[in-house]
Each structure stands twice: as C-alpha cells, then as structure tokens.
C-alpha cells in the first residue's frame, strides 16, 4: 500500500514537472483555464492512485485472513479452503511424527514449512499435560494412505554417510529446495530437523512416495517411483530405489539424534510425572479446539462448525487499542470457551508489526460512528453501590468475575472498560442476546436506573487484578455444550455439571454450592412449581444464593418446563406428593 501511495506521488509529481515547461509558456496566453484544468488532472491521477492503494489494503487483509485460515473458527470473515492445503494431514501423525517432538511442538510450534506462505501452526498456550494428552491421541493415528504399504523393510545399503551427504547435495539435489545443516536453500523444511521430528520407517516411505501422502499443493519430487495407475514402476535414475531411501532416512536420523534424545527425556519425565493423562483426553481437547478448521484428521467429527465469536461486530464491540494489543499477543478473554465449557481458546499466531496493523485497521472498518462520549461521572458513593449491588444482589458474578469473587463463564468485569466501547457495554446489560445471540448470557430484568448505573460503573471500573489465563482442559472436562439441542446441557451444566450433580467447571468459583439435581432426596422435597420459579426468577426468589440467574427474561416457559422436566430426569424422581 505505502509502495502504492509512493508510486501515486511520484507520478503526480513528475507529471507536474512535465508540463511545467510547456505550461509556463502557454500561461500567458490561457491562463485561468489551463490553471483549473491540471488541477482537476492532478486530483484525478491521485485519487485514481489513492483507490488503488485502499484496494490493494483490503485485498491484502482478506488474503492474510485467508492465508491464516482466522475465518474457519469466526463467523463474519471469509472462510478459507487455503489453509487446508498448507497444514499437514494428521490421519496418519502416529506413524509420521516421534511423540517426544510432538510433545514439544505442540507447547511451542515454530516454523517448519517453508514453502507455505505467510500460513503457519498457531499457539494454544498448552501446557505440559495438555500436550502430553494431544501427543497420545496424535500417536493413535496410524491409518496410512490407500497407496501406501508398509511393505519389504529394506535396510540401508552399506554406504559411507560422505556418499549419502554426497547424493543428498549432489545426485539428487535435495538441497535445491531443502535446507541441511546451513546448506542449501531454504524452500521447504530444513531436513536436519528431519531427523528428531520424523520416524525413520516413515521418512523411507515418504521418500518412495511423497505424493500418497500429501493432498496438499505441497510438491516433493518422486524420486524413485512413478506414481502410476496401477503400482508404481520403478524409475530410471535410481536401481536401488529401497535401499537408497532407507540410507537417507537412516542418515537424516543420526543426524537428529542428540535432539531427539533431549526431546525424549522430557518426554518421558512427562509421562512419569502425569500418569493419568489419557489419549481420550487428548481427543477432546483436539475437538474442543477446532484443530479441523485447519487440518484433516479422518474420521474425527468435528464439535464445531465455527467455535469462536462472530466478528462481523468486532469495530463496534472493541477499542482500538485493546484490539492491536489482543493481536500483539492474545489473551484469555472467555476462560473456558467461547461456547462456555467447550474451552475453547483463541490461539495466538505471533503476528508481526505489519500484520497487525493490517488486521487491526480490517476490523476497525466502519467505527467512525461510535459514541465514545465519556462516561456520566460516578461519586466514590454511586460506584460503591454499583459495587455492592453486583456483589450482593445480581446474578452477573455468577458468571463473570470483578476483583477477586466471581466465576468464569463470561469474561472478567474488572477491566471491561479497557477491552469494550460504552455503547456496547450498555447493549450488553440491556440487550445481550440481541447482541451475541449464541451466548447464555441471560436477559436480565433490571429498572433503567440500575442498568445505567451498572453500565456507568463498568465504563470507569478499572481493578488491578492478575489476568486470568484460560482454564485447564485437564483439570475440567470440555464438552460440547451445544450438542443435540440440550438446554441444561447448555445453560446449566457450566455450574450444575452434565450429570446435575453441582461439580460444573464453574462450580468452584460460586460462594454456594450449585445444587445437585440428581439428588432425588433433595429434589424430592421441590415442588415442580418451586423449580420452575427458581429458573424463572433466579436464586433469589427461592431465598436462595443470587448467584443463581434468573432465566425467565430468555427462555420461555415451555422451555423453562423442559427444564423442569429435565430435572426430574437427572434426580428420577418426582415432587412431593402434595405437590403432584
Ligand atoms: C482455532 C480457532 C480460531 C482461529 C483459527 C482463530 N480464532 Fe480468533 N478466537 C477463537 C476463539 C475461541 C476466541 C474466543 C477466545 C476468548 O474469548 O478468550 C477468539 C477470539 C478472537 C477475537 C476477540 C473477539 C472478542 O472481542 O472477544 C478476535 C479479534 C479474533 N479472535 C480474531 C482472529 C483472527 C484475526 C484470526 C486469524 C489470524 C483468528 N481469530 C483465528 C478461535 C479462533
Ligand atoms: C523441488 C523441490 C524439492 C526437492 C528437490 C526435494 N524436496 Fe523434499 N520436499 C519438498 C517440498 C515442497 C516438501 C513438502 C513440505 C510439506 O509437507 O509441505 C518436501 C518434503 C520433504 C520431506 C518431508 C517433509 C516433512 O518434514 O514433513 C522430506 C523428508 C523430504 N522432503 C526430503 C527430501 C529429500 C531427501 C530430497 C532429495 C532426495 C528432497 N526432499 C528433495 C520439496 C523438495
Ligand atoms: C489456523 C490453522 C491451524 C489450526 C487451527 C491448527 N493448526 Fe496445526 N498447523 C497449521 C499449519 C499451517 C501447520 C504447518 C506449519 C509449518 O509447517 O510451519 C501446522 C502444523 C501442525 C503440526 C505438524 C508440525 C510438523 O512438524 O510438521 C501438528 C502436529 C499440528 N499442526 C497439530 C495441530 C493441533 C493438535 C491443532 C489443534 C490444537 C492444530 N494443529 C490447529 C495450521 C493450524
Ligand atoms: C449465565 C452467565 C451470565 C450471567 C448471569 C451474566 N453474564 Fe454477562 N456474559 C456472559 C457471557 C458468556 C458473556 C460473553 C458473551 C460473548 O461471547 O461475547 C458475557 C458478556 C458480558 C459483557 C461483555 C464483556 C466482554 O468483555 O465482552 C458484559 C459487559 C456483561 N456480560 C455484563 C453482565 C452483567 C452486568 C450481568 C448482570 C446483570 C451479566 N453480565 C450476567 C455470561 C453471563
Ligand atoms: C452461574 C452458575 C449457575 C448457572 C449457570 C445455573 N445455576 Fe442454578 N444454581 C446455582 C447456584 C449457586 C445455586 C444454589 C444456590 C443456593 O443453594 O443458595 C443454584 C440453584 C438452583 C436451583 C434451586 C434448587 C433448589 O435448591 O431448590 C435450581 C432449580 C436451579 N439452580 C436450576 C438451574 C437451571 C435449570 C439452570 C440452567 C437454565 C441453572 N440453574 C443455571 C448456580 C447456577
């Protein structure tokens, strides 16, 4: 774009000198006329350039949110077929990759492709037993392409590793597009780094049939074998095609090996240290994270058709300088998923300078209207009672934390001011689901005065707290809470648990504890009736603690007696017999 606007001056510029000469001597005689006319030219040439450069601007956004693949998990950006033809196929990961270096990769992925574009494997923040979790359930992988047998273990020919260095760089030309050890060019991966990250048996077969595996654009030449109809036939170059590869594959591992022998005793201090992390774990978290908007992984069903928020209201939704922050490095906003329970997480994809200002201008598009009048000034006693009204009467730290009380189901209140635009603060109190249709956060009925003193209070709010990292998906369990329609499933089971039986991930944070619904002792003794008014009215109404929300402002009463209904499922029992 800068290119753009440079050329666009200079070409006003010396169009400016060139008439000059014939211009100066025309002045005398044409001169009001002449005048006007260059300088209609003059706006006219530049603006030509100016749109030129506002086009270029926006196609290098989409191509950068198409590249990157952002619009496979938001809705409201273009989705993107791209990615998926640069990230690797994972349906055979347990015989490609060694654990110990998925292991690292995934707490840590740096670039490995280079032949990709600016596309590349974004960072999820896992920690050690989340990766360990991943690592097993991508070892499970091992179905190979159709074209591809296991077949004759060739071993090595017995060749000196200076003959195999000298076929790698000389005969075969590998380092035309392959980086090794500081030689070569760097236009696919570096295969020095072949050695630790790929298996020995898996790097000969690719060799022999590098296109089997692909169905990327990736483009590795067959060396050794034609890749035809029926059964490859040998090709000319090379007689002892098996044994050749077999002795690249063995070189290239020695040469990974002091790595790989790192990377593996933290592997194994990880299994050591965390025995109880299952590969089923891992599958979870591979679903809940939307690993298929990238990847192709066969047979894995994806939970999600997009599972992050719609940013098609971002310019509206943010501040400008919160969004070029968020970019420079994410951060939790929503600490266990977009879709509460689902954990999922935002990744971050270490965006430079340049792509950040790209992005950052992209989404701010069309927020030249937003009111960022300042906020009605609160007394210390105003912002004391918008305090203490959160604190001890509304339902919203049920879900949301300010300072230190609290649960983690919407984002933290605590600093809301910095991330959000007022006008978007108020619609949210006032009118959440008309702005986030999907969320659960409630409809709450509240007096227009308190909902602008709420609003108010949020727009100046600022606590120091310690910002909340996204929760563990060990330690909690994600689901899918928008699975087969279920309404406790979805609006409940965050604090109740999927079973009802009060352990919800949110559970731990709540002052009270969430009644267990599959308590038939207890729900036993709960009218129908009383049920449904707790949903309907919130804790409160049943004098019990206001952290439980009321849900009659959002759901109706046929769903609120599904609910109910629902219940009773979950405890398999009825209420008290005066009551029936
Ligand atoms: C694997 C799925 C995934 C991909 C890919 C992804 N995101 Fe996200 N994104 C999320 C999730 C989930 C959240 C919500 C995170 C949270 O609330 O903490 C999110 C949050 C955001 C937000 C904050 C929205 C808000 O105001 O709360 C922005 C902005 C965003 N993503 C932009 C992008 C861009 C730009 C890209 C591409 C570079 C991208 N995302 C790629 C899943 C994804
Ligand atoms: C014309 C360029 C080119 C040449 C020559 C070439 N490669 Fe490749 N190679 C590629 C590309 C492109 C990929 C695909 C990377 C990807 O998966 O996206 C690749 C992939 C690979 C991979 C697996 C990639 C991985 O790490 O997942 C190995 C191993 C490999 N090449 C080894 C070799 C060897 C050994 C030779 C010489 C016999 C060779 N290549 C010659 C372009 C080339
Ligand atoms: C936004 C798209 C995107 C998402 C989402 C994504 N990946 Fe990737 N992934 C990529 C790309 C692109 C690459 C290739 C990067 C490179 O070669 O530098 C990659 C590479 C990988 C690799 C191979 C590394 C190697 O050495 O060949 C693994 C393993 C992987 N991703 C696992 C995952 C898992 C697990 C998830 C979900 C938690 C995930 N990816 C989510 C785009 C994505
Ligand atoms: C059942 C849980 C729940 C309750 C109760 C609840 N919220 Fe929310 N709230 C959420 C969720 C989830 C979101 C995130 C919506 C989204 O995805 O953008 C949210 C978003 C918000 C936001 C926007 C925050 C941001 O950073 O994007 C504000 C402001 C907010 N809520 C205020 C309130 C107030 C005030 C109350 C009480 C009157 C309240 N909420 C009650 C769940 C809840
Ligand atoms: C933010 C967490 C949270 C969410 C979300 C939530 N609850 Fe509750 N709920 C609680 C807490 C905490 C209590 C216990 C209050 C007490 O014992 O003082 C409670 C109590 C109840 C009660 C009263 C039980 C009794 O003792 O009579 C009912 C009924 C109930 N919840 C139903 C629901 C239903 C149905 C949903 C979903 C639509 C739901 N809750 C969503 C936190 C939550």
């Not at 689902?342 to 069309?366: A, C, Q, Y």
């Not at 649960?407 to 689901?433: E, T």
């Not at 009773?568 to 209420?575: N, P, T, V």
Request: net charge neutral; glycine share 8%.
């Amino acid at each position: 774009m800068l290119f753009a606007i440079i050329i666009g001056i200079w070409a006003t510029r010396s169009m400016v000198q060139l008439d000059r000469l014939f211009i100066n001597f025309l002045e005398h005689f044409l001169n009001p006329l002449t005048c006007m006319m260059r300088r209609v030219r003059n706006i006219l040439i530049f603006c030509f350039f100016c749109s030129a450069a506002m086009l270029q601007a926006a196609s290098e956004a989409d191509s950068l949110l198409r590249e990157l693949g952002c619009g496979n998990c938001h809705n409201g950006v273009v989705s993107s077929e791209v990615v998926k033809t640069k990230a690797p196929n994972l349906s055979f990961a347990g015989v490609k990759y060694r654990p110990a270096y998925l292991f690292s990769y995934l707490q840590n992925p740096v670039r490995v492709r280079h032949n990709i574009g600016v596309a590349r494997m974004p960072d999820f923040a896992f920690d050690v037993r989340e990766s360990l979790a991943l690592t097993f359930f991508l070892s499970e992988q091992r179905k190979l392409p159709d074209r591809v047998s296991p077949g004759s273990k060739a071993g090595g020919a017995a060749r000196t590793s200076s003959e195999i260095h000298k076929i790698i760089t000389r005969e075969l030309q590998c380092t035309k597009c392959h980086i090794m050890a500081g030689e070569g060019s760097n236009r696919a991966t570096d295969l020095s780094t072949a050695g630790y990250r790929l298996r020995q048996d898996w790097l000969t077969l690719y060799l022999l049939n590098p296109a089997a595996f692909e169905g990327t654009d990736a483009g590795m030449p067959r060396f050794f074998f034609e890749d035809e109809e029926n059964g490859a036939s040998v090709h000319g170059i090379i007689s002892d095609a098996e044994e050749t590869a077999a002795s690249i594959g063995e070189y290239l591992s020695a040469m990974g090996e002091s790595k790989l022998r790192k990377l593996a005793a933290e592997f194994l201090t990880a299994k050591k240290n965390y025995a109880n992390i299952t590969a089923k774990m891992g599958e979870r978290i591979f679903l809940s994270q939307n690993c298929l908007a990238c990847h192709r992984l066969d047979g894995a069903e994806p939970w999600f058709n997009r599972n992050g928020p719609d940013l098609s209201l971002e310019s509206q939704r943010v501040r400008p300088q919160w969004l070029r922050d968020y970019f420079s490095e994410t951060h939790a906003v929503r600490p266990f998923g977009y879709f509460p329970g689902s954990g999922s997480r935002m990744p971050d994809f270490d965006l430079n300078e340049h792509e950040v200002e790209i992005l950052t201008k992209h989404f701010l598009k069309g927020n030249r209207g937003i009111d960022q009048r300042e906020p009605e000034r609160l007394s210390p006693y105003a912002m004391k009672k918008a305090e203490l009204l959160l604190r001890d009467k509304l339902s919203c730290l049920g879900c949301h934390r300010l300072d230190d009380v609290g649960g983690r189901i919407g984002p933290d209140l605590s600093r809301v001011s910095k991330r959000l635009n007022g006008p978007f603060i108020d619609m949210m109190i006032q009118h959440p689901r008309e702005l986030v249709p999907e969320s659960i956060m409630p409809e709450i009925a509240m007096q227009p005065k308190t909902a602008s003193l709420m609003g108010n209070f949020l727009k100046q709010v600022h606590m120091e707290t310690t910002p909340l990292g996204y929760l563990s998906l060990i330690d909690h369990r994600p689901f899918n809470p928008k699975a087969r329609g279920n309404l406790y499933r979805e609006y409940c089971s965050v604090c109740h648990g999927i079973d009802g039986s009060g352990n919800g991930y949110n559970a731990r944070y709540m002052p009270a504890v969430p009644v267990s619904h599959s308590d038939a002792t207890l729900m036993g003794q709960r009218a129908d009736d009383t049920l449904y008014d707790g949903i309907h009215g919130g804790g409160v109404i049943l004098g019990k603690h206001h952290f439980m929300p009321p849900w009659g402002e959002t759901l109706s009463p046929h769903e609120i007696r599904s609910l109910v209904a629902q219940i009773r499922q979950l405890c398999r029992c009825e209420g008290p017999a005066w009551s029936r």
